[in-house]
């Protein structure tokens, strides 16, 4: 069984560091890979910082940049339809290109304090509270994931035990005991994917805010409504 971690840079990420590998993968996202010394790749964005890439690879490590992770959320209907956050496009990426049979998350449950730190690191830039009409729910991109993943023989669990935006069944870190799986709606699911294509809203070169006139909020609002529909209350 392929085990993919992705971890991501909440305060509390800094618990996975104690943990022993039981992952075949490991996927940092952006500063992540401060948290463990084992990931096997880092992805970021084209804006991340150079100052905060690691000083050196140790051997089997590799940067996954937008050349690589481009096709593959292309490959899932895009960055409007998956929501423009890189924990969204880092799990995507992983489907595409590792294939696991269980994605598990931890630091990305997208919740952000109004004071003190916001991530492991001190205060960052919460990635999904910019005005962006692809990140109205995450909620909704959070079910559409899980869907997708489904159709792919894939289980996504959250490893994280606080509040998340995200709709994941929630697992401990051993992973010695998964939940079952939810139960999505495939009728719901495919009314989903057809008002996307119906819409048009891709982007293939992933630069979606260079056209983000051309996406009507209201639309997007009405498809989140859609893929909630897919997962039960």
């Not at 509390?12 to 990931?39: C, H, K, M, Q, S």
């Amino acid at each position: 069984m392929t085990r993919v971690l992705l971890l991501g840079s909440a305060p509390y990420a800094l618990e996975a560091r104690e943990w022993p590998r039981r992952f075949d993968v490991i996927l940092a996202i952006n500063n992540a890979w401060r948290v463990r010394t084992d990931w096997d790749e880092l992805i970021h964005p084209w804006d991340f910082p150079p100052e905060r890439m690691p000083p050196r690879l140790a051997p089997g490590q590799r940067v996954v940049t937008e050349t690589a992770f481009v096709p593959a959320q292309n490959a899932f209907g895009g960055f409007v339809y998956a929501g423009g956050t890189m924990a969204f496009t880092a799990a995507y990426y992983a489907l595409y290109t590792h294939r696991p049979e269980v994605l598990a998350l931890f630091g990305c449950d997208m919740i952000y304090p109004p004071s003190g730190p916001t991530h492991f690191y001190g205060t960052g830039a919460p990635d999904p509270l910019r005005a962006d009409p692809t990140l109205q729910s995450l909620e909704a991109k959070s079910v559409r994931l899980l869907a997708l993943a489904a159709h792919k023989g894939c289980r996504i669990v959250n490893l994280s035990s606080g509040p998340s935006r995200l709709l994941f069944p929630r697992a401990a870190p051993d992973l010695r005991q998964l939940p079952p799986p939810p139960t999505l709606d495939q009728t719901a699911i495919d009314a989903a994917l057809a008002r996307e294509d119906a819409l048009g809203y891709r982007v293939p070169s992933g630069r979606y805010w260079d056209e983000i006139d051309r996406f009507d909020p209201s639309a997007l609002a009405d498809l989140d409504a859609m893929w909630r529909a897919a997962l039960g209350p």
